[in-house]
């Protein structure tokens, strides 16, 4: 059973544009939701994390949006940048227990 | 601050021959994990460390195997190869372990033939 779902698989975006990930989790017991981002031959790289007592969270153009009733939450990109094109990854965990991943998002932002 | 470091980079083996590889965390984290990474299975869970203890444990056969020493360095085992092990092996540290923030290391990119 996957404990972290992703969505969309693939994405590609105009430069300027709001780019968009998805995930939605079956755990109730996670408590830390990070995103990474993994650009090729790189390890994934820590991009901004939330905890289910907040419903969103900003930094600079990166906002997660938390959902704790629809056991969801999101990335959102703003203002989408070519320097952006990456994998992204979200996550959940929860103290004494392993971090889960989605699948990833190939995101693509056209100039 | 150095961040997270793994050596080898790049790796080559044959089936059935063992693998080694290394981990340093970043200074005066003690939790380790270590992660497989594919196109087609994303990053899977191996097992994580924290003062040199397995703390939890993902679902790869125990060819896969580990240890953290003292210096909350980390070595990763994988015994009799196969093509399969083909992958980037991560690691990652953190201060607290699970819940925690992690970084991610550069990775070994290991290659099985």
């Known amino acids: 059973q996957q404990q972290v779902k992703q969505s969309p698989q693939s994405l590609i975006v105009q430069k300027g544009g709001i780019s968009i990930i998805n995930c939605a989790y079956e755990n109730t017991a996670f408590d830390y939701f990070p995103w990474y981002q993994q650009f090729p031959g790189k390890g994934p790289a820590l991009l901004i994390a939330?905890?289910?007592?907040?419903s969103e969270k900003k930094e600079g153009r990166f906002t997660i949006s938390f959902n704790k009733s629809a056991k969801q939450f999101s990335l959102h990109i703003m203002d989408s940048q070519p320097g952006d094109s990456a994998t992204y990854f979200c996550?959940?965990?929860?103290?004494?227990?392993?971090?889960?991943f989605g699948t990833g998002t190939s995101l693509t932002v056209i100039p | 601050k150095a961040g997270v470091t793994q050596t080898p980079r790049y790796l080559i083996k044959t089936r059935g021959q063992q693998v080694t590889l290394s981990c340093s965390p970043i200074s005066g984290h003690r939790s380790v994990s270590w992660y497989q990474q594919t196109p087609g299975q994303g990053l899977q869970f191996l097992f994580e460390y924290f003062s040199e203890t397995q703390r939890n444990k993902g679902n790869f056969p125990g060819r896969f195997s580990g240890r953290q020493f003292s210096n909350s360095r980390s070595e990763m085992n994988v015994s009799t190869l196969e093509l399969g092990d083909s992958a980037l092996y991560l690691c990652?540290?953190?201060?607290?372990?699970?819940?925690?923030?992690?970084?991610f290391g550069p990775g070994t990119r290991l290659t099985v033939l």
């Open positions: 996550a959940a965990s929860s103290a004494g227990n392993q971090f889960y």
């Open positions: 939330i905890r289910p007592d907040v």
């Open positions: 990652a540290s953190s201060f607290r372990g699970t819940g925690d923030e992690q970084f």
